[in-house]
């Protein structure tokens, strides 16, 4: 300890800000975060700018974008409104690729959590049932599940998270082994707390932000997946979603083009900026890759 | 000897996993709202009453339900998957007709994502801020962003209107009356577009990695050594910096296997592929559950002798695991 105090101390700033400070300096993060947001909004109040009934058949089948002013964004093989189903169907999309990530995460933490804080043969027991899920592809297994139990949104974000969970897991285990060993836990076990307290209370703050990113990807995977499985048909037909609209639309894809890509462009926007942000807050949490 | 015993044990909890499988198949029939043995029957399908007490009589369906688990296991053992009520054949037989095209698919789609994905690396890892890192920057995001099913049907929009190179379904042409070797060529020619779009997802992955680990290789002692001795260029590329390089790419590419085998679901659907994806999804659509938990069991035993072969490749290309022995 030196005696000479510095001549201006630099003002102290907490971590979470000192992250949103790097965070807004990265220009892809940024963009990824309006990108979103703009998405977000779209499929949020967009039905209220152009409402309408997605199922219902509007103009002649296969119009291309741009040449009918009532139907802006063409139509599809039945003649149904695109705009309308792109702007519907965005819902189930998000909302089941944000449920299944939050189940993927109680899941995942849950499990990778006790699994890292005890040790010993439980956390054998559970990284062995980690592997084993690892092993299940996970898309056969997502359709198994929404097979045997009837299709439905909910049982696609419970298909889609139960498949998901191992790598939260491993991530949260190995977190929880390396913060127990800290100085602040063994400083919480010796004032008398006990291990639920020491677990969610002391360790999983100081391990969010690797979780929090890791949650994000895992959104943008889960978006994949919820696309993929409607795309075979077998989420709820009575739900539009884009990749229902890319299924149904494949077999006229060489007269119309314009059914199937429009909603591949939502996709891929949707999980290229949920990727950014997942990318931009990796960096602003690691202090050591924000050189790169 | 440490290898034989290691493979063994690795054998050992493979054979674990599968069994794991099972009888997770098993708790999902019971699990599954209705009957057991009409979720077995399959749902849609017109069972009679006959055909139900076949089915009660074969897994015990009245009996514990521990026995009926072990009355399960056994069957299995024994290679009875159970039947397929819609095609009335055996699930296994139906399997094994399918197994050939999903390897056949999803191996073409690994080495074209490995090789590409390798060679655009080290090219990009010699100008970390060149033109090629660019590119890999691109082929990154769409390999993760884009959804597989979607630049498979992009890529039949280029190819079966735009530029009619490649043939956009199925294995084989309809019209197809060859020999072996133009039965060969007519499926390579098939296999083209369906692999290279699996392939991208896997490429996008293949390449960050291998630009990464190239470039943290080219920084080593040894490479600055072999350049400090006067070899070539490629030498010191290919021979001193990619080996070392390459042992990421292996662990990663067995990690990927049971992702290839989803993504291989998708395009097998996109491309009218014939394999046990197609399979897999028929049977979704005709409730054929035998069918489905033979397919799910078949693609897990797939991944463990995929990570198998792994494992043992990532000791013949890293020696010091060989002799380490944990």
Redesign the interface.
Same mark, same amino acid.
């Given at each position: 300890m030196s005696l000479v105090q510095p001549a201006a101390a630099p003002e102290a700033i907490s971590p979470l800000r000192e992250a949103w400070i790097v965070y807004r300096r990265n220009r892809p993060a940024m963009f990824g975060t309006l990108l979103l947001a703009v998405i977000v909004a779209f499929v949020l109040y967009g039905t209220f700018l152009y409402a309408g009934d997605p199922y219902e058949i509007v103009w002649a089948p296969q119009t291309p974008p741009g040449t009918e002013a009532s139907v802006p964004l063409g139509t599809d093989y039945l003649g149904r409104d695109m705009l309308r189903g792109l702007l519907k169907g965005g819902g189930p999309t998000l909302s089941v690729g944000a449920a299944a990530a939050i189940i993927t995460l109680l899941i995942g933490v849950s499990l990778g959590g006790i699994a890292g804080y005890f040790g010993g043969w439980l956390d054998d027991l559970l990284m062995r049932v980690t592997?084993?899920f690892?092993?299940?592809?996970?898309?056969? @297994?997502a359709? #198994?599940?929404i097979?045997?139990?009837?299709p439905s949104p909910i049982t696609t974000a419970i298909a889609i998270g139960v498949v998901l969970w191992p790598q939260t897991a491993r991530l949260t285990r190995a977190e929880f082994l390396k913060i127990r060993e800290l100085e602040y836990v063994t400083a919480a076990r010796s004032i008398g707390a006990r291990n639920g307290r020491i677990m969610w209370r002391v360790i999983l703050p100081n391990a969010l932000p690797p979780l929090i990113v890791s949650a994000t990807l895992t959104v943008?995977v889960a978006v994949?997946f919820q696309?993929?499985l409607s795309?075979?048909?077998?989420d709820d037909p009575n739900t539009m979603s884009w990749?229902l609209m890319?299924g149904t639309n494949?077999q006229y894809?060489?007269d119309a083009?314009w059914p199937?890509?429009l909603p591949?462009v939502a996709? @891929?926007?949707t #999980?290229?900026a949920v990727?950014l942000v997942g990318d931009g807050l990796n960096d602003a949490f690691n202090p050591k890759l924000r050189e790169r | 000897m440490g290898s034989i015993a290691y493979i063994a044990r690795r054998l050992v909890y493979g054979v674990i996993l599968l069994i794991g499988v099972l009888v997770l198949n098993f708790f999902l029939i019971h699990a599954a709202p209705g009957d057991p043995a009409e979720t077995i029957a399959g749902a849609m399908g017109g069972a009679t009453a006959e055909m139900m007490a076949d089915i009660r009589a074969a897994y015990g369906l009245d009996k514990p339900l521990l026995t009926q688990l072990a009355i399960y296991l056994g069957r299995v053992a024994h290679g009875d998957f159970g039947m397929s009520y819609y095609f009335d054949q055996p699930v296994i037989s139906l399997i094994a007709a399918r197994v050939g095209p999903t390897v056949l698919l999803v191996l073409a789609a690994q080495l074209i994502a490995i090789t590409l994905g390798v060679a655009m690396g080290v090219l990009a890892a010699r100008k970390p801020q060149g033109l090629m890192s660019g590119f890999v920057a691109v082929v990154s995001t769409i390999g993760y962003a884009a959804p597989v099913f979607w630049t498979g049907i992009l890529l039949i929009i280029l190819f079966a209107s735009i530029i009619p190179i490649f043939p956009v379904s199925g294995m084989t042409g309809a019209r197809f009356s060859g020999g072996s070797a133009a039965y060969v060529v007519e499926v390579l020619y098939h296999l083209a577009l369906p692999a290279f779009t699996l392939a991208i997802i896997f490429l996008a992955q293949y390449s960050r990695l291998s630009r990464a680990s190239m470039i943290d290789v080219l920084g080593a002692d040894y490479v600055r050594t072999a350049r400090a001795k006067g070899l070539g260029e490629g030498k010191v590329v290919f021979k001193h910096a990619l080996r070392n390089a390459v042992l990421p790419i292996i662990t990663v590419a067995g990690i990927q296997f049971g992702n290839l085998i989803s993504g291989a679901l998708l395009v097998e659907s996109v491309f009218n592929w014939p394999g046990m994806g197609r399979l897999a999804f028929d049977s979704v659509l005709r409730r054929d559950y035998p069918m489905l938990l033979g397919i799910l069991f078949f693609a897990a035993l797939m991944v463990v002798v995929a990570n198998l072969l792994t494992d043992l490749s990532y000791r013949i290309a890293d020696p010091r695991i060989r002799t380490g022995g944990r």
């Open positions: 592997e084993f690892q092993v299940l592809p996970a898309l056969l @297994f359709m #198994v599940v097979t045997l139990f009837s943008g994949l696309a993929g795309f075979l048909g077998l990749g890319i494949r894809v060489l083009w199937v890509t591949g996709i @891929f926007l #999980v290229f990727s | -």
